[in-house]
Every structure is written in C-alpha cells, then in structure tokens.
C-alpha cells in the first residue's frame, strides 16, 4: 500500500478484536507493530505514541483503565444510528463524509437538525475509520482494493479512467464486492484522482525497469540522465493531467446538477421542518394571544412555503 495510514484511533479501533473492551499497553504495542509496523517505520512512529495520540484526540473512544499499563474502548450498546450508518454505508459502497452522514439521518427524520456532528457513532465506534488527511469515513470491514486495482491497470497498460468505470471494474472485472473491498481515492500516490478521473502511475515501475537494463555510467552522465528523465515525467505528469482535467470538464455539469439537486433537497427539508415547527409555536402564541408574535411568524412561514415552492420547481428543471 502506498502512503495510506489510518489515524491513530482507527488503528487502534482495527487491532482490537470482536468483544474487547481493554488490552494491556504491552498488548497493543504488539498488535500495532506487527499489523503496521511498516506504515509505522515511515512515518518515524512508534506503537507508544499512537497509543498516546488516540487518548489525546478530541472525541476518542480510548481512555486509560483502572491502571496506566491498561487501555480501554468504548463500546456503545445497540446504538441504533451506528446501525443505521452501517447500512447507508453498505448501501453507498464507498466512503462518506460526518456531514453527509448528519443529511442522510436527517432525511430519516433518525436525528434532528440540533443533532451535532460530534455526537455521531463515527468516531467511537468501533466499526467507521478513517484515513490520515481525509475527512471522509470508512467502514472498517471493508478490505482496501488499491493494491489490487493497481496491479490490474498497470498490467492493462491502463492511464487514465473515470472514477466511475474503476469502481465497475472492481466489481465485475476483478471480482471484489464493493461490500467487501473499498477503493480509497486520497492518500494513494499511484492512483491520482482528479475531478472523478483517475490517473495511473506507473513511472516507479517503469524506472525499476530502466535501471536493470542502464548500464554503469558517470556521475555527469547519470546526472544528465536523471535530469532528463524527471523533466520527461513532469512533462508527462503534466499531459495526463490537462487531459484529465478536459475529461473532467465534459463530466462537470452532471456533477453540478447533482450538487444543485442534493441542495435543494436539503434546503426544502430544513424549510418544511422549520414550517412544522412555526405552526407549533403558533399554537403557543395563540394560546398566549400574542398576536403581534403571531402575525410574524404567519409571514415568515408564508415566505419559508414560497421558497419551497421555488426550490421544487429547480428540482424538476434538473430533473428534465
């Protein structure tokens, strides 16, 4: 795997086995060495330290027990929104973000719009990791695919494909159910994704390659070489991204509709909760008589409905 670690608390979380609530430090050193011990080695960490960097994080579901030499995680009983993550993940087949989790919830009327974004099952439960520099989540029974997908494209001379394409190639080429395995689109310099193309570099591959067939050469030459050979790749890196980026500009307008369409529909739940709402309180401020209090919210609500009304006739432009 290429430059792919998960955060502290996500290791932890993925060396703790089904029905364990504590492990000795010793214990878990062990385990995190022997499981990352490699992605440990590059980033100049010891298990000790992530240890300590999972107890200090913000929200962690780590803390010391009864004794320092003791390290314990929470494990929420029947958390029925942690359920409910599970299958919108499971149904989604890839990552999803704290706040499309909050969207997802809300349309299920699971949570209400006060619900934090800290209170969600992402960060204590056992099952949702994430990655180092991501903000998206995954589950963690989920095998990453991204040596497999490599190797496949390499071999296939493959340079470039939409992101799209490369999650049904997993599937139905390679085999690997996407309630299984995961492609992770960040953090993996092989496997660039730009504006939902995916770029394939193999230029490690290939220089592994040249250098077997290069023969001894002067430290000028070997300079003039190299220098040569990095202006080449950068000039090449530089193609395959124009080109992506003209792919991506023919995929942009499918996406910002979707961008609009998404939006819209939240905007017309947060306006329709907020109408629900305003007719309680009316009822409150009548029984009161307050009627300037009264009058007020019968405009605003009158003005939340004409927004609404608005918003569904975007809905079917972008649906046409």
Same mark, same amino acid.
């Given at each position: 795997?290429?430059?792919?670690v @998960?955060?502290?608390s996500?290791?932890?979380?993925?060396?703790?086995?089904?029905g364990?609530?504590?492990?000795?430090?010793?214990?878990?050193?062990?385990?995190l060495? /022997?499981?990352?011990?490699?992605?440990?080695?590059?980033?100049?960490?010891?298990?000790?330290?992530?240890?300590? &960097?999972?107890?200090?994080? &913000?929200?962690?579901s780590?803390?010391?027990?009864?004794s320092?030499a003791?390290i314990?995680?929470?494990?929420?009983?029947r958390?029925?929104?942690?359920?409910?993550?599970v299958?919108?993940?499971?149904?989604?087949?890839?990552?999803?973000?704290a706040?499309?989790?909050?969207k997802?919830?809300?349309?299920?009327?699971?949570?209400s @719009?006060s @619900?934090?974004e800290n209170?969600?099952?992402?960060?204590?439960d056992?099952?949702?990791?994430q990655?180092?520099?991501?903000?998206?989540?995954?589950?963690?029974?989920?095998e990453?695919?991204n040596?497999?997908v490599?190797?496949?494209?390499?071999?296939?001379?493959?340079?470039?494909?939409?992101?799209?394409q490369l999650l049904l190639?997993m599937?139905?080429?390679l /085999?690997?159910?996407?309630?299984?395995?995961?492609?992770v689109? &960040?953090?993996?310099?092989?496997?660039?994704?730009i504006e939902?193309?995916?770029l394939?570099?193999?230029?490690?591959?290939?220089?592994?390659?040249?250098?077997?067939?290069v023969p001894?050469?002067?430290?000028?030459?070997?300079a003039t070489?190299l220098?040569?050979?990095?202006?080449?790749?950068t000039?090449?890196?530089?193609?395959e991204?124009?080109?992506?980026?003209?792919?991506? /500009?023919?995929?942009?307008?499918?996406?910002?509709f979707?961008d609009?369409?998404?939006?819209a529909?939240?905007s017309?739940?947060?306006?329709?909760?907020?109408?629900?709402?305003?007719e309680e309180?009316?009822?409150?401020?009548?029984?009161?008589? /307050?009627?300037?209090a009264?009058s007020?919210?019968?405009?605003?609500k009158?003005?939340c409905?004409?927004?609404?009304?608005?918003?569904?006739?975007?809905?079917?432009a972008?649906?046409k």
């Amino acid at each position: 795997m290429s430059e792919l670690v @998960y955060t502290p608390s996500s290791m932890l979380k993925k060396v703790f086995r089904t029905g364990e609530r504590s492990l000795s430090r010793q214990e878990l050193e062990n385990r995190l060495q /022997n499981t990352y011990g490699t992605s440990l080695q590059r980033m100049n960490q010891s298990p000790a330290q992530v240890i300590d &960097e999972a107890l200090a994080e &913000e929200i962690s579901s780590f803390h010391v027990g009864a004794s320092h030499a003791v390290i314990e995680m929470e494990a929420p009983f029947r958390d029925l929104i942690a359920e409910e993550l599970v299958r919108y993940f499971l149904e989604s087949k890839g990552p999803l973000t704290a706040e499309q989790c909050l969207k997802k919830l809300r349309r299920q009327n699971i949570i209400s @719009y006060s @619900y934090a974004e800290n209170k969600l099952p992402l960060y204590k439960d056992s099952r949702f990791v994430q990655f180092t520099g991501s903000d998206l989540w995954y589950l963690a029974r989920w095998e990453v695919a991204n040596d497999r997908v490599y190797r496949f494209l390499a071999n296939k001379q493959i340079k470039q494909l939409p992101l799209t394409q490369l999650l049904l190639m997993m599937e139905h080429e390679l /085999n690997l159910s996407r309630r299984d395995y995961v492609f992770v689109p &960040e953090g993996d310099s092989r496997l660039r994704v730009i504006e939902g193309l995916v770029l394939v570099d193999d230029e490690a591959k290939n220089s592994g390659d040249k250098e077997e067939k290069v023969p001894l050469q002067t430290e000028e030459v070997q300079a003039t070489a190299l220098d040569q050979e990095s202006t080449a790749i950068t000039e090449n890196i530089q193609r395959e991204e124009e080109v992506a980026v003209t792919m991506a /500009n023919d995929m942009k307008t499918v996406s910002v509709f979707e961008d609009v369409l998404v939006n819209a529909q939240d905007s017309t739940e947060k306006l329709e909760q907020r109408i629900k709402e305003m007719e309680e309180e009316v009822l409150e401020h009548f029984k009161g008589n /307050n009627m300037s209090a009264i009058s007020t919210l019968v405009a605003e609500k009158e003005k939340c409905e004409a927004i609404v009304v608005a918003l569904e006739k975007v809905v079917e432009a972008v649906n046409k």
